[in-house]
């Protein structure tokens, strides 16, 4: 089972707007590494989100390339600050590849506990828009099989 980790793309300023939609930066960059991913081969059963603006916008674009036939769906306990444990505990038993679209610093500590079993020690460094592909190899067990950070993308 895999599961993808992802930062939301870039957002504009709450001066600029409450809501934090994505720039047009980060929408470009979230397109282009949708892009990779599509064309990378991967595909999920579910893509799911924190419900923030920026986070569905990301999650919308994923989809496009990623889920077939189903849409992103907006799921409680992912929120920057909500404890890791309880989302990571359910991980362990799903069967199905799945994508999540949240914010920092909860994404980054997920990477941790599930890798190290220490939420607290910075693993990985997100970047708006970033995916960590993580794969269960058994019980407790996660491995990080591979990042991609738009910076990456060539064609932003």
């Known amino acids: ?31 282009c590494v949708a892009a990779r991913l599509g064309n990378a081969g991967v595909r999920v059963t579910r893509v799911w989100h924190s419900g923030k603006k920026r986070a569905v916008q990301t999650a919308d674009l994923l989809a496009k390339k990623v889920l077939s036939g189903r849409k992103t769906e907006h799921v409680k306990g992912i929120s920057p600050n909500d ?10 038993v799903w069967q199905e590849d799945t994508l999540v679209v949240g914010h920092l610093p909860f994404m980054s500590r997920l990477v941790s506990l599930l890798s190290l079993g220490d939420e607290e020690h910075e693993l990985v460094r997100f970047s708006p828009g970033s995916v960590v592909c993580l794969e269960r190899e058994g019980a407790h067990h996660w491995v990080i099989v591979w990042m991609l950070r738009p910076e990456l993308c060539t064609d932003v």
């Open 83 to 92: 404890p890791v444990t309880d989302f990571a505990s359910d991980a362990d």
């Open 1 to 31: 089972m895999k599961l993808y980790l992802v930062q939301h793309g870039n957002a504009v300023t709450e001066a600029e707007d409450p809501e934090r939609p994505l720039s047009h930066l980060g929408e470009r960059e979230v397109r």
